[in-house]
């Protein structure tokens, strides 16, 4: 199994701020995923980061919002910027399982709350 | 588009006492489906994916395309089984799609 750790585990920030969320894992990857969890809602999709390229993003999801880096095969960003309360969330990072493509391994997620 | 419904946000049953945990999927391809879990205070792990066939924890999940259904099913409840269960459906090997989850209690 992969180990994946992220950071800032929570954190509160000013609208209009933007926060950069890490994640680091264990071992190299090829494909990380960015979810987002709303209160209430289910796990989103919000994009795909593959190292050397840009990152793919789904639909209701754009780069300027939502900048991703991904400068190796063990570690991603995630920023959010110009926060609304709107993007009040748990942001996760996921990455698949090198053993089996079709499992996926879990940051413990990001809880953001903007005020 | 694939979508994944779960009906029940909450579900309580007793010890003891069977459980299904429902979910309904829609996705024009070949589905793979899986149950994830999260038990308090730690990240989404999964449960099981029906490729695999297997009973974890005593839980069994079969998939059934002509209803386009994925239950998640146990016998006998146990305490230790209260979680968030979520099913997930899986595009192109590695992208997810969830559902929103049930919050399973398990009374003593």
């Known amino acids: 199994s992969a180990v994946i750790s992220q950071k800032p585990s929570r954190d509160i920030c000013q609208r209009g701020t933007s926060l950069t969320i890490q994640c680091q894992v264990d071992s190299q990857v090829t494909m990380m995923f960015w979810y987002r969890q709303q209160p209430g809602q289910s796990l989103t999709l919000i994009a795909t980061a593959n190292q050397g390229s840009e990152a793919t993003y789904e639909s209701g999801f754009v780069i300027d919002k939502f900048p991703i880096s991904r400068p190796n095969l063990t570690f991603s960003t995630l920023t959010v910027s110009n926060m609304s309360p709107e993007d009040s969330s748990i942001y996760l990072c996921?990455?698949?399982?090198?053993?089996?493509?079709?499992?996926?391994?879990f940051g413990q997620g990001t809880r953001l709350t903007v005020v | 588009a694939q979508r994944v419904t779960q009906p029940e946000k909450l579900l309580s049953v007793f010890k003891g006492a069977p459980v299904e945990l429902k979910c309904n999927y829609s996705y024009s391809g070949s589905p793979e489906l899986f149950w994830y879990v999260q038990y308090s205070r730690q990240r989404l792990q999964l449960l099981l994916r029906h490729i695999s066939r297997e009973s974890i924890k005593g839980f069994t999940a079969d998939l059934n395309k002509g209803e386009t259904s994925f239950h998640l099913k146990k016998p006998f409840a146990q305490e230790e089984d209260s979680a968030m269960y979520y099913c997930?459906?899986?595009?192109?090997?590695?992208?997810?799609?969830f559902g929103t989850g049930t919050s399973l209690t398990v009374i003593p």
């Open positions: 996921s990455v698949a399982s090198r053993k089996s493509n079709t499992e996926a391994f």
């Open positions: 997930a459906l899986s595009v192109f090997g590695n992208q997810f799609y």
